[in-house]
Nanobody, 116 residues
Framework: QTQVVESGGGLVQAGGSLRLSCTTSGMIFSMYSMGWYRQAPGKERELVATITSGGRSKYAETVKGRFTISRDNAANTGYLQMNSLKPEDTGVYYC??????????WGKGTLVTVSS
């Protein structure tokens, strides 16, 4: 059974850091692109960062220079290092692993709350 599980969320003060993890099972993780998305209260889900199976990364303009996406294929895990957090970074963060339109898996999310 394929699973994607996020962890590492929590409450942090503005300016602080968190590291999110995305642990996968039931897939050949190295063959999947991975992405982090977030959904703030009352807003639509938005892309935060992506990393291809080859390690190429892209970021939303709002997080460039503060967030870093990475992956450890041997551990079947992806990460999102978040530094200099702002209150507007608050939301539920979701991990997505995609190889094709039919091989596209989402986790249930982890809540990040940044207090001012």
């Amino acid at each position: 059974q394929t699973q994607v599980v996020e962890s590492g969320g929590g409450l942090v003060q503005a300016g602080g850091s968190l590291r999110l993890s995305c642990t996968t099972s039931g897939m050949i993780f190295s063959m999947y692109s991975m992405g982090w998305y977030r959904q703030a209260p009352g807003k639509e889900r938005e892309l935060v960062a992506t990393i291809t199976s080859g390690g190429r990364s892209k970021y939303a303009e709002t997080v460039k220079g503060r967030f870093t996406i990475s992956r450890d294929n041997a551990a079947n895990t992806g990460y999102l290092q978040m530094n200099s957090l702002k209150p507007e970074d608050t939301g539920v963060y979701y991990c997505n692993a995609e190889r094709s339109p039919t091989l596209n898996f989402w986790g249930k999310g982890t809540l990040v709350t940044v207090s001012s």
